[in-house]
């Protein structure tokens, strides 16, 4: 049965969660605007909230903020229009009424992005005479150490193992700390962040940074590119996406969380916070279609000191977001993990792994940079040079055993993905090379890619399931091969693409879910759909011109939203319910990509 969203207990805990942020911090809020996750200064700190990952037997370690109404009865959430700034009302039983606002604060100050590892909380009386109950509980060492709390005049301090927090606040601290109930007779407002003196009033300052925070979201989701369908799912998905890049370096996360598993006691549970080259690739590719390329100009700087430490050499499929190479997975005794289906994990072991197709993410990631002229620093001969290592690295092993894009732990096999991406490595290289006029590098190139394609479309085809199959040689059908049409490997009308839709969506597809693969691996056959596939599945579709069933399935893809527009990594078919880590950016990017490919053009409508 899927959880209740408004049941407090966390054996009934869901993912009806919003995200703020500001591409420094981001929190998690739930529908009674309760912060379940907050993590600062990074988003891969060890969270100072951490109420999420807290199971029924938890109760002393749980660590969160709220606000808490006498009498609640019912509850409203949603995100001011276009930015990512949070509204949440919360009403009793007698017509009170209280207004939630949550934020990260980020605007243009002093012509730079101010974006303080802070989170702000606002509230105003919206009916009645509510009477409320504050608290703020954080706790260190993943809930297991308790805070060294001192009082000021205006703020309480929090010092933790990992850093001291400081909230100042116009609420009275005695309530605060008590645990009272009392009257809310007008607004108040909490800034929690680093332990630093405010410059000005508390109800001043808070209220410019809301204000300013939400002229910038404004500003910059109006400068995109929308379709004309679908325009609140594509905004949102593109401000959780920008949500997820760590600005300072550049790097972009592949969720905000750690230990949401993928399925119910699954033990799949993985640290989601570290940037993924591969999933990083796509959030750029997704943002570019918006036309919003300041997050790619950001993100290949990261990625340009990846590539020059790699040295031509091997290439890790993820990296920590400060260019950390080491995140060595380890399993915590507490919390017990989300709903108390732990393991709770932190670090992720698939640094270690060889995962070829990371060689055709980094080219196909920096690719744009030598074609886009909008770019401020466009990419010429030497970044060329430097890509020439990574393609040499694809070309060496386009046919040699790896963990896949699926990162198995205890199998090497040639997986098709991976030479796939080693082709499209060559492929674009070729085609930067002809851009700079480098016909012999052209030439080189091309020729590299053309004996990559031959011996794929020899040694992963499999007669007895037409279909391409998920390795050289294999049996088994695998999502991942329908990539070959979003990186144009191959014409979608070929009868061989054909033919493998049909064998994917007959096996691997419930209704409009997909699952990754249907071969087991380390946990066994996987239980949930994974929500990009579905997605690649859309446009696979879209690209064959079935375009009436791929709007269908978006349609239904969409309607597992939850009811601020977020996705999870997975779901489950006969339930709908959302699992996995939260908020993923290869969903956000599926929404995207769908509403692009089949949105009707907006000549059709004004």
Known sequence: MPADPMNPDPAQRSLALAAIGNCAVAALIDLQARVVWFSAPRLDSTPAFQALLCGPQDAALEASMAVELEGLVRTEQAYEPGTAVLRTRLFDAAGGAVEVTDFAPRFRHHDRIFRPAQLVRRLRPVSGRPRVRLTVHPRGDWGCAAPVLTRGSNHLRFELPEQTLRL??????????????????????????????????????????????????????????????????????????????????????????????????????????????????????????LAEVGTMETYLQWLQNVVRRSGGGRIQPLYGIGLEGELTERTLDRPAGYRGMGPVRVGNQAYEHDQHDVYGNVVLGAAQAFHDQRLFRRAGIEAFELLEGVGEQAWRLHDQPDAGMWELRTRAR???????????????????????????????????????????????????????????????????VLLMAEVGFIDVHDPRFERTVAALETHLCDGPFMRRYEAADDFGRPETAFNVCSFWRIDALARMGRAEQAREIFERMLACRNHVGLMSEDTAPASGEAWGNFPQTYSMVGMINGAVRLSRPWEDFV
């Not at 991406?421 to 590299?448: I, T």
Request: glycine share 6%.
């Open 414 to 480: 040639v997986h098709t993905s991976s030479a796939l991406m080693c082709w499209a490595a060559c492929d674009r290289l070729a085609k930067v090379a002809a851009a700079l006029g480098l016909p012999p590098r052209a030439g080189h190139w091309a020729q590299r890619a053309a004996e990559i394609r031959q011996k794929i479309l020899d040694a992963a085809w499999n007669d007895r399931r037409q279909a391409f199959v998920e390795s050289f040689g294999g049996e088994d059908l695998d999502a991942g």
């Open 168 to 289: 100042n606040t116009n609420a009275p601290l005695t309530y605060l700390t008590a645990g009272t109930w009392f009257t809310l007779e007008g607004p108040l407002s909490l800034l929690l962040g680093p332990d630093e003196t405010l410059a000005g009033g508390i109800e001043d300052t808070a209220r410019a940074f809301e204000e300013q925070t939400v002229q910038h979201w404004r500003s910059w989701s109006r400068r995109l590119a929308v379709p004309f369908e679908w325009q609140d799912a594509v905004i949102r998905s593109a401000i959780t996406l920008k949500l997820c890049q760590f600005e300072e370096t550049g790097a972009i996360v592949a969720a905000m969380t750690t230990s949401v598993p993928e399925a119910p006691a699954s033990g799949r549970n993985w640290d989601y916070r570290y940037c993924w080259l591969r999933d990083a690739f796509f959030v750029v590719r997704a943002l570019n279609s």
